[in-house]
């Protein structure tokens, strides 16, 4: 089972991600899973801290795990987590 890895969020990174996702939304405004999750595969920063935009109470979202096991033949794409909250 892949384990959660810890992941330090730096604000001049999110940002050149966060321009580089408009940027390619611009250029293609319908993407497929596929694409999104290529991009987000080498964009990770992004994730812990759109999600935080969703569920606020749990920030900071300080751990990250790609293709994560679930149970059996499943996995999750993305599992990020806070420490803090548990």
């Not at 384990?3 to 940027?23: A, M, P, W």
């Amino acid at each position: 089972m892949k384990e959660l890895r810890k992941i330090q969020q730096r604000l001049t990174v999110i940002n050149k991600q966060l321009r580089t996702f408009k940027s390619l939304l611009d250029r293609q405004p319908s993407l497929g899973e596929r694409e999104l999750l290529d991009f987000f595969k080498h964009h990770e920063q992004l994730i812990p801290s759109m999600v935080s935009q969703v569920v606020p109470q749990m920030s900071p979202y300080d751990y990250i795990a790609r293709e994560y096991d679930l149970f059996g033949d499943f996995t999750c794409d993305f599992v990020i987590g806070s420490r803090e909250s548990r």
